[in-house]
Structure formats: C-alpha cells, structure tokens
C-alpha cells in the first residue's frame, strides 16, 4: 500500500498564531512531499514542493515566509502556517511520492479554522 | 499556463449504467494523467494512473487517452450510489515543474 498521514485532522486557532501540519508517509519512504490548499467548492491548489533535505520551492503568490514547510526525513514534511488570519481557514492537504514524476497518495487532509 | 478543464456537473446517471467523465488539457508536453475521486469533506483518492494513448481499464473503471486531442476520460461501469463523489483529473507536465495541475472536478450523482 501507499499510506499517508496527517495530522491534525482538524484545528481551531486565535488569529496571530502559528499551526504546524504533519504529513507522514506511513509504509514508504517519500523523496517528494507536496502541499495542497482547497478552498470549499475550489479544486487542489499546490502551495509548494518539498524534497528530502532541500528547502521547499513555492508556488507563485504563496509566501513562503508565511508557510513554513520542512522536510527533514523521508517519511515526515511539516507545513506552519505563522501568524494565520481567517482567510488562511482552508482545507490543507498533503501529499507523497517516491520520486518527483512518480504517483502521489494523498494524506487526509487538515481543516484549519482561524477565529 | 497549464490548464485542465472539467465539466464540473453535476452529472447525474442512473444506478447500473456507464457514467462518463471528462478532461482537457491544455500543455501538449503533458506526460502523466491521473484520475482521483474525493468525497465532501475528505482528501483525494487515487482511482486511475494512465500514461500512454488507449485505454486501461481496472475493475469497472476505464480510463482513456488520447494525446493528439489532449483529452483523458474516465469510464465507471454498473455505477453504483458509492459512486457519488467528485471524480477531479489531474496532469503532470513534467519540465522542470514539480506537482499535479488539477481540474476544478466533476460532481457525480448515481441515482438509485
């Protein structure tokens, strides 16, 4: 199989905080990692791009200084999101491959509320 | 820019028939095509991967490529009321870019 995790599942924030994202790749072992944000009724929009022990490549219009992600080990990626506000509420996903052009298996999602 | 663009429905077919859903692409580089379906409120699942022209089939799932038209399509077979979910296309351009470009999906209803 290809699992992938996430977690958490669900989180409520104040705006001004930060919230860290786990993605873990359970019983493979992911060179690429990628984030998703979904806003309801919008399709997939990739935010960036991780590869194992490089730094991240965004996506234009994403800041990068705002969505921290590290992707220090083949099995695990964290996406923060510093200082959120409630237009950041949205459904982040990640997902996981084993090579750049390979096939992603995505994780369950984390729905991020921010009051 | 790399678009693909879905029909987004909804589709309505009746239980036990051929429901049909399709894509286009606008990058005619594209290399890999890719079919998931997500259920509200849940991340996509992956239904179909399809790389070279024809068909592939899997189960009651078909999908279909042609490269010259830069269409894909996803055939389900005696479709049942699990069926319902939104079936998103996604395709990977490769040069250089990392990540799938995704239709905005297809809202599928299988009525009973």
């Known amino acids: 199989g290809a699992v992938v995790s996430q977690h958490p599942s669900r989180v409520i924030c104040k705006s001004g905080t930060s919230v860290k994202i786990e993605c873990r790749s359970l019983?493979?072992?992911?060179?690429?990692m990628f984030w998703y944000r979904q806003f309801p009724k919008q399709s997939l929009m990739l935010m960036a791009t991780?590869?194992?022990?490089?730094?991240?490549?965004?996506e234009q219009g994403v800041e990068k200084d705002k969505f921290l992600i590290n992707h220090a080990s083949l099995t695990l990626s964290t996406l923060t999101v510093t200082s959120a506000h409630p237009e950041d509420s949205s459904f982040y996903i990640c997902?996981?491959?084993?090579?750049?052009?390979?096939?992603?298996?995505f994780g369950p999602g984390t729905r991020l509320t921010v009051l | 820019q790399k678009e693909v663009e879905q029909n987004s429905g909804p589709l309505s077919v009746p239980e036990g028939a051929i429901a049909s859903l399709n894509c286009t692409y606008s990058?005619?580089?594209?290399?890999?095509f890719f079919w998931y379906r997500q259920y509200s409120g849940k991340s996509p699942e992956l239904i179909m991967s399809?790389?070279?022209?024809g068909d592939k089939e899997d189960g009651r799932f078909t999908a279909q490529l042609n490269k010259a038209s830069q269409y894909v399509s996803l055939l389900i077979r005696d479709s049942q009321p699990s069926d319902s979910a939104t079936y998103l296309c996604?395709?990977?351009?490769?040069?250089?870019?990392?990540?799938?470009?995704f239709g905005k999906g297809t809202h599928l209803i299988i009525q009973p």
């Open positions: 997902s996981a491959s084993r090579g750049r052009t390979d096939t992603q298996y």
């Open positions: 019983d493979f072992q992911a060179t690429t």
């Open positions: 991780s590869n194992e022990g490089s730094k991240a490549t965004y």
């Open positions: 990058d005619r580089g594209s290399q890999s």
């Open positions: 399809i790389y070279s022209n």
């Open positions: 996604a395709v990977y351009s490769g040069g250089g870019a990392d990540g799938l470009t």
